[in-house]
Structures are given as C-alpha cells and as structure tokens.
C-alpha cells in the first residue's frame, strides 16, 4: 500500500469515518490505505459540520456495530477497539509472513525468531478469539425451543363451572350482591359434585384391579 494516493472519495470517507469513532488503523484497513496515508489525510482534511455530514456520520456509526459484532446492544467504544484490534492483527499477520520467508532454516537467530514469530501469530488468534465473539453469535441465532402445549378436554362440570364464573364477574360488574352471591354458591355445588364424581372414578378403578396368586379365602 506504500506509496498508493488517495482517491477525493477515499479521503471523504476517511474523515467521515474519523469522525465516527474509528482508530486510523481501522480506517487504513477499511479504505485499503497504508496508516501513513491516513494520517496524512486526516491532518489535511478537517470535517465541516452540518445536516448532511451529520447523517454520514451516523451511517458509519451503524456499519461500524454490525461490521464489529453484527449484535444489536454492543457499545460504540467496544465496537471501535475490536476494529483496531482486528486491523492492528492483520498487520502483525502479513509482516510476519513476509518476515518468515526470509528466514535461513540453518541459522541460530533465525530459528529463535521463528519462535518468536510462532508466539506473535498465537497472540493474533487469540485476538481474533476475544474480539469475534462466536459462541455468543451462534446462541442469538439459537431457536429457542417451542413450549408444549397441552391440551385438557373439559368435563361438564368444568364447562358449567366457567360459566357460573363468567356470571359471577358479569354480577361484580353491575354490583348486584345478591347475584353473586348465588353464582358462588353454584360454583361450590359443581366442585363437590366434581370431588365426588372423581372418587367415585378412583374407586371404581380400585374394584377393577385383579390381585393374582391369592385365594379368596383363607384357611
């Protein structure tokens, strides 16, 4: 990128982008520019305020969240520092395998900078790791499971009973006391009658469970 002039568009951007937030190791990244060409622009160019530029601003501010986290509620500021990190680590990833080529397999300094070079690329991707959040990515895109639904079939006690209810609130609504205090009365009756038809259900059950191995009378 050494040596590449800026297009009138790339240095619009470039400022636009400064303002946003951006770090000059992000922009340099996002426009193609090496970080002296960008500081270059940035020191002869100075952002003019206004409605219009107001509105560019606020476009980079958004591209800039989701092109960091693509999650809704991150912070402007993380958003910026995972750019520059991101950028700052491509860098050391391109110097170093410039530098590596050049390396002489037989000579001591070499080997010891290959392991140095080994150690800077674990800390790239442990860089990446921190600043690409993927297990939190992969649980927002999750579906999350459907409840089960379950379904009652409803005796006639259950029906009647709604409805004694419903005639209850209607009465609370029109303050007639005399009202509800019948429909409370019916609703009592149905939940006996409902108890009673329960047991009488359990017990017939019980009558219906043949013990085998034992003789009806014992002797």
Not at 32 to 45: D, E, H, P, W, Y
Not at 203 to 213: L, P, T
Request: hydrophobic share 45%.
């Amino acid at each position: 990128m050494a040596g590449k002039k800026a297009t009138p568009d790339q240095n619009a951007q470039a400022v636009i982008l400064r303002e946003a937030g951006y770090t000059i190791p992000s922009i340099a990244h996002e426009l193609a520019l090496s970080v002296s060409t960008t500081q270059r622009i940035l020191k002869a160019n100075t952002a003019v305020a206004g409605a219009t530029q107001q509105k560019l601003i606020a476009k980079a501010r958004e591209d800039m969240l989701n092109a960091a986290f693509a999650l809704e509620q991150v912070q402007m500021k993380a958003a910026s520092l995972v750019m520059d990190d991101l950028a700052i680590s491509q860098q050391i990833r391109r110097k170093l395998s410039m530098a590596v080529d050049q390396l002489d397999p037989g000579d001591i300094a070499s080997l010891r900078a290959l392991a140095a070079s080994a150690t800077t690329l674990k800390l790239t991707q442990d860089v990446y790791q921190r600043a690409l959040p993927l297990e939190r990515m992969n649980m927002a895109l999750d579906v999350e499971e459907m409840p089960e639904l379950q379904i009652r079939i409803m005796t006639e006690y259950d029906v009647a009973k709604l409805r004694a209810e419903q005639r209850r609130e209607d009465a609370e609504q029109n303050g007639d006391a005399e009202a509800i205090e019948g429909e409370t009365e019916t609703i009592r009756w149905l939940e006996s009658k409902e108890d009673e038809a329960w047991n009488k259900r359990l017990a017939d059950e019980d009558d219906d469970i043949v013990i085998e191995g034992f003789d009806s009378e014992v002797t």
